[in-house]
Structure formats: C-alpha cells, structure tokens
C-alpha cells in the first residue's frame, strides 16, 4: 500500500556568517509561513530572526505496516531537509521531524454526523 505524508522537518541555524544573512533576509518574502505549502519537492521557510528553519514536504512510501511507513517518510525528510539545507549553503541541525498521514485527514473529515 502507499501512504501519503505531510513531513514537517523543524531546525535551526548554525553559523550563518554576514552574507549568507543578507542572502536570506533578501528572500524572507519567499520563505515565510504564507508560503507553506507540502509538496514533493520541499518548501524551505524560516523565521525572520534567522534562528529557526522548516521544511515542508508531501511523502510517498510504498509499505504495507502505517507505522513502519510512517518512520520511513520521517527518515527521508529528515534527509531531504538536511540535504536541501546544505544546497543552499547552509549549515544547521534538524531537531524534529512530524508526520501526518493525508488518508487519515481524508477519513476524519467525511465522519461528521
């Protein structure tokens, strides 16, 4: 079975210098919460204070256990911030990775009675 997830990969800054500074206060407007959005290639936002990042991403995992499935999405964001962090030329750290199952939002949302 695939279980789709929405991955939110939370971290923080480290040693961001001058420049890399400028460069990403540059880009604020493109980075913050309003555009949050879960896709599959990731959306990168971070705090004004330059202190706190996140990544935003929509996972596919083909397993049949949810719970093992939900570990493997977890896993591959965590990698996927991490190395789309280090693209951009950024150094820090991932400190939480959630997970949230789509089918199980789909399935609350039809039970009202």
Known sequence: ???NFRITARGRFADL????????????????????????EGTFLYTPELVFF?????IDVDESDPD???VLAKLRG??????????????????EVSAMCVEDIKTRSGRRS
């Open 54 to 58: 996140q990544h935003r991403f929509l």
């Open 78 to 95: 965590e990698e996927l911030a991490t190395t789309d962090l280090g693209r951009r030329g950024f150094a820090g750290t991932v400190t």
């Open 68 to 70: 093992d499935a939900e």
């Open 17 to 40: 210098d001058d420049e890399q500074r400028r460069r990403l206060r540059a880009a604020q407007s493109e980075h913050d919460m309003f555009a949050a959005r879960f896709t599959p």
């Open 1 to 3: 079975m695939t279980w």
